[in-house]
Each structure stands twice: as structure tokens, then as C-alpha cells.
């Protein structure tokens, strides 16, 4: 088991670290079941992902299993889109959400953002 329970239909997932600046940095996303799918595929509701992180088959399927596929993938800042690639290819349907000045960045090059904060 990746997802660790915080509270009912609130999980955690503790990510690997990445070099920031030369420092370890640990990185940690959190998921949200939400009861609603918001686009009627999915009667079983759908997951909201906080600032995610490193993606495995392992960490999708858990995903989809205990919180339904994701269809909202949120980068809070511009400095947690390391892994956010990975998450909008995985799941296309998802809306993507841009945190200010994140677009600009060479590094969000790829990435079909839908949504703005």
C-alpha cells in the first residue's frame, strides 16, 4: 500500500526526495475522493490530486481504486510540477490546474494546462 489514510476518503502519499537547490527535499501529495465524478463516466466519484507526486502503475491503480480516477490534478506553486507531466499524460481527462507563473516556465513545456488559479 502506497496511500496512507488521513482521514475518510483522504489519503497521503509520501514521494521521493528531489534536489532543490542542492538540498534533499522530500515531496508529498495528498488525494481526495470526491463523492461526485463531474462528468457522469464515473458513478463511483473521482480523485483530486494535491501537488503529486512521483507516478508508478503501482501508485495509479491504488488511485483509481480507492478514489476513482483522477480528474483533478492541482499544482499549488510553481515549484511543485516535477511530476505533473506524468499525472495529465496518465490521465488525459483530467483538468490540470496552473499555479501563477507556472505556464511561463521552461520547465511546464508539455503540459496541457485547462484550469488557472
Not at 463516466?41 to 480523485?47: E, S, T, V
Not at 502503475?57 to 480507492?66: G, P, Q, T
Request: net charge neutral; with cysteine.
Amino acid at each position: 500500500m502506497i496511500m496512507n489514510e488521513f482521514a475518510e476518503n483522504i489519503w497521503t502519499v509520501e514521494g521521493p526526495c528531489v534536489n532543490f537547490f542542492g538540498f534533499p527535499y522530500p515531496t508529498r501529495m495528498v488525494v481526495v475522493h470526491l463523492l461526485q465524478s463531474y462528468d457522469g463516466d464515473n458513478n463511483n466519484g473521482c480523485a483530486w490530486i494535491w501537488s503529486p507526486v512521483s507516478l508508478s502503475d503501482e501508485l495509479a491503480r491504488e488511485v483509481e481504486e480507492k478514489a476513482g480516477p483522477a480528474k483533478f490534478i492541482v499544482s499549488p506553486n510553481k515549484i511543485h510540477h516535477v511530476f505533473l507531466k506524468s499525472w495529465a499524460d496518465r490521465f488525459p481527462n483530467a483538468t490540470v490546474y496552473a499555479s501563477p507563473g507556472l505556464e511561463k516556465r521552461r520547465v511546464a513545456e508539455g503540459i496541457k494546462f485547462n484550469a488557472r488559479f
